[in-house]
């Protein structure tokens, strides 16, 4: 187990350093000055020169900048933004937050979805309740994202005026920006009718989360469909049939848990598809999320903030990945070692 | 009446090649604190025999039976839910794969505690009958020879070495007190002295308890030892089945004949370091089973009327299913 975590600490490691160096390399890639686009002070004046020159370290070879650079991403100073003119940091720990909260509802939402219907398709296996779940996961597995938001809209919003159209919550509502978990900074908030506004935030967050939690619920049905369907073949569910045990006890006692463990690392792996799909969705919704705003980033050609972006994104990931494996590896009591009975 | 009696099992499997006869008229009886052996060569199909008594067999293949009776009632054609209630409580198997067929997920403790009989358990409360279970438990895995019950409890399956796991599938077996016990070559794994032990055990439940068991195996001379009756599979077909020493005295079927004489003990003058009598060629494999007598191409007897499957015919308790018997005038 120890040395379980230790690989995969290493892993994550390494990984990041490699990440650095990419989102280093960016700035030399994207055209203009290499200084202009790591700092993302445009016009500095001659004294602001001279100090991001020193911080910079662009006297010396691209080892000891990159070395510098490294120190000045670990300090949070990840330059500025060429159009926000604020620190990238910033504007970071506005937008992901937003980002974060979506995709964890949508998951969320996803797995309450995914699971309990991949296990009814597999126990219902060739019987009509399984075909009728297989053929709605097609259809949602092979809707694009973006156009499955088109039509919600379309439907919900323009015809039916059921629900909002864009954005977080109504202009109306005055919620000062503190966590950038909306609802978190609902109940930080004075001033205003919190119910009400949680009403607003529920109504605004129903289309782009369904929008997003679909493809990602019907993968999740298929994987845990095929894995029941697996458990049930083998012996030691059928040795407990053989045992006198009744359909229910066998399930809950050895089906469930043999059928959710090893898909386990495949349905977290799928939160970081979701994530992809949550950024190209927020731009269908307005939503102001780390996707929308590195879109509106690539059509400014704002480097700094397609660079820090990007890092920030598939740092995220990778930790986030990484943690969730040693932690399932924890909860698996299938990895264990061998022990010794004396008889 | 019998304990067990099944009559013309017939167990039909899909295969790549389509459905295949894997047990073809299969039929014996136990009777009460009997001990029955069951012969045959690997992949004759021992363990599917078992499988069927007890329904752990996968649901779309097609099992037919003139019969399949426990204590007179038949259990292919009751409910679900009595036939589980009758396994659950009555009989009890050790399967031969301890490695695949205990649930990998979950401790040997829980695994064996969810098998104690609640009719053993006196009333009380929730905690109390869980202390009861654990202490049959416990009891069931001392007289299997496990000493170190708390890790062997604590323990997932697949952390203990085999012969632990089948030592503890045999305890699993034997903890709801079955009176039926059908042991899938339960010491396969274990070595010559723990194996004189468990069956030591077996013939010791047999006589205190009056246990009738199913007792499947290679080896010969375990069986010689422990059983009063004998039943010869060959590629899923019974090809005799009658007391021990009947048989012994005098096998009927050539595959018998050929079956005894390959166990040392039984063959009389043999010279040091000569052959064993074998049969000529290999149990042929499933896609090609012989039509008539699946003995057919290895029978040292066999005639143009083998290609006809020779129907069962019976001396008093010993049946037989062969054209031409040894030791019997053909007709
Ligand atoms: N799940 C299965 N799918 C396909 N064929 C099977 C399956 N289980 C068993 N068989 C086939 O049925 C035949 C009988 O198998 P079985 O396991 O009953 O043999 P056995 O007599 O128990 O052998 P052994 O002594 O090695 O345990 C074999 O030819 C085997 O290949
Ligand atoms: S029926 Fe024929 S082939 Fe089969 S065992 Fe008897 S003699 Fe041999
Ligand atoms: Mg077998």
Redesign the pocket.
């Known amino acids: 187990m120890l040395n379980y975590t230790i690989r995969r600490l290493n892993l994550l490691f390494f990984t990041l350093l490699v990440l650095s160096v990419v989102s280093f390399s960016l700035a030399f890639l994207f055209p203009g000055d290499s200084l202009t686009n790591l700092s993302g002070v445009k016009s500095p004046t001659p004294i602001q020169l001279a100090s991001l020159q020193e911080s910079y370290k662009v006297d010396s070879n691209y080892f000891w900048q990159y070395i510098a650079y490294l120190r000045l991403l670990l300090d949070g100073d990840w330059g500025i933004s060429f159009t926000s003119q604020q620190p990238l940091l910033d504007d970071l720990s506005t937008t992901l937050p937003a980002t974060v909260e979506l995709s964890t509802y949508a998951f969320t939402l996803a797995i309450l979805i995914g699971v309990p219907c991949g296990i009814i398709a597999g126990l219902k296996h060739h019987k009509i309740f399984d075909f009728s779940i297989l053929s709605a996961s097609l259809l949602g597995y092979s809707v694009p994202v973006f156009w499955l938001a088109l039509i919600l809209i379309q439907l919900f919003s323009l015809q039916l005026s059921l629900l909002p159209l864009s954005g977080r919550i109504s202009l109306y509502f005055d919620v000062p920006i503190q966590s950038g978990f909306i609802i978190y900074d609902i109940f930080q908030a004075e001033n205003i009718d919190k119910t009400a506004a949680l009403r607003d935030v529920f109504f605004h967050l129903i289309l782009p989360t369904l929008s997003i939690a679909i493809m990602t619920g019907t993968i999740i049905i298929r994987i845990v469909r095929r894995s029941v369907l697996n458990v049930l073949e083998q012996d030691y569910i059928k040795a407990a049939y053989g045992r006198g045990q009744t359909n229910a006890q066998v399930f809950w006692k050895h089906g469930l848990r043999n059928s959710l463990l090893p898909v386990l690392p495949l349905i977290v792996t799928q939160f970081t598809t979701l994530l992809t799909n949550a950024m190209i969705v927020e731009v269908i919704f307005s939503w102001p999320g780390i996707g929308n705003w590195l879109i509106q980033a690539i059509y400014q050609r704002d480097y700094p903030a397609i660079r820090g972006g990007m890092l920030m994104v598939s740092s995220l990931v990778i930790m986030f990945t990484i943690s969730l494996d040693i932690l399932i590896r924890v909860i698996d009591p299938t990895k264990g070692r061998k022990i010794r009975v004396a008889v | 009446m019998a304990l067990l009696d099944v009559k013309n099992l017939t167990l039909e499997?899909d295969?790549a090649n389509g459905w295949i006869n894997?047990l073809d008229k299969v039929s014996f009886s136990i009777n009460n604190k009997e001990i029955r052996a069951l012969v045959?060569?690997?992949?004759?199909?021992?363990?599917?025999?078992?499988?069927a008594i007890v329904g752990a067999l996968?649901e779309r293949w097609r099992i037919k039976a003139d019969r399949m009776m426990w204590q007179g009632e038949d259990l292919l054609n009751m409910r679900q839910d009595k036939r589980r209630k009758i396994t659950r409580e009555q009989i009890a198997v050790v399967y031969?794969n301890p490695a695949t067929s205990l649930d990998p997920s979950a401790t040997l403790g829980d695994q064996i505690m969810e098998a104690v009989s609640s009719k053993l358990l006196s009333r009380g409360w929730f905690w109390q009958k869980q202390q009861q279970r654990e202490k049959i438990a416990i009891t069931h895995l001392h007289k299997v020879g496990i000493r170190d019950h708390k890790t062997c409890m604590d323990s997932y399956p697949h952390q203990l070495s085999d012969d632990v796991c089948q030592k503890f599938m045999i305890a699993l077996a034997l903890v709801s007190q079955p009176k039926l016990l059908i042991a899938?070559?339960p010491t396969m794994a274990m070595v010559p002295s723990t194996k004189i032990q468990i069956l030591k055990l077996f013939k010791h439940l047999n006589q205190t308890r009056g246990l009738s068991i199913l007792f499947?195996s290679?080896d010969l001379l375990s069986i010689f030892s422990m059983a009063d009756s004998l039943t010869v599979?060959y590629c899923?077909q019974t090809v005799e089945t009658g007391k021990m020493d009947k048989i012994l005295k005098r096998p009927l079927h050539p595959y018998t004949q050929a079956l005894l004489d390959s166990a040392p003990s039984f063959s009389k003058g043999l010279e040091r370091k000569t052959d064993l009598p074998t049969l000529e060629g290999t149990i042929p494999?499933?896609q090609h089973l012989p039509i008539g007598c699946r003995l057919g191409p290895r029978c040292p007897r066999a005639q143009k009327d083998c290609v006809k499957t020779p129907e069962e015919r019976r001396i008093h308790e010993h049946f037989y299913r062969c054209h031409f018997p040894i030791h019997r005038p053909t007709k």
């Open positions: 499997i295969t894997v045959g060569e690997s992949g004759s199909g021992k363990s599917l025999v078992v499988k996968p031969q899938d070559d499947v290679h599979l899923g494999p499933l």
